[in-house]
């Protein structure tokens, strides 16, 4: 596993520039800090509209604007910090416990997001005052 701090971070993916198109991709462990258990995508989202907002008790997550650009507001019980994701060749990698808002999605944005385990919803804290409840123990 590569040596990555477990912190709220935008990491550079491998980037091949070519005329016939540009290739950017991730290894589990090697340029995101997790083994991958699922993948998914939100697309089609209509202007002015809100994904997320909920924290996980132990999922890690790295998220990626692969088309189009949004913002990822994430609270970690102190302060809240916003990121814009415009480029299909970084993402936000968000360790467990941060309360996480995707908005301001622009038209045809598509975000894929790679989680480090399946779905369950036990792992979501959707109650944003629950959150701060629990992270603040
Ligand atoms: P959810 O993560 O709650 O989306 P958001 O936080 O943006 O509102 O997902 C919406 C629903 O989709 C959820 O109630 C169940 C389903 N779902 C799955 O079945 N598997 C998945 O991997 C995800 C992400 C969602």
Redesign the pocket.
Known sequence: MADFEQKVQIIQLPKFLDERGNLSFLESGKHIPFKIG?C?W?YDVPGGCL????AFKTQQEFIVALSGSFDVVIHDGVEERRYSLSRSYYGLYLPPMHYRTLDNFSTNSLALVVSSAG?TEEDYIRDFDEFIREVRK
């Open positions: 699922r998914y939100i994904r997320g907002s909920h779905f």
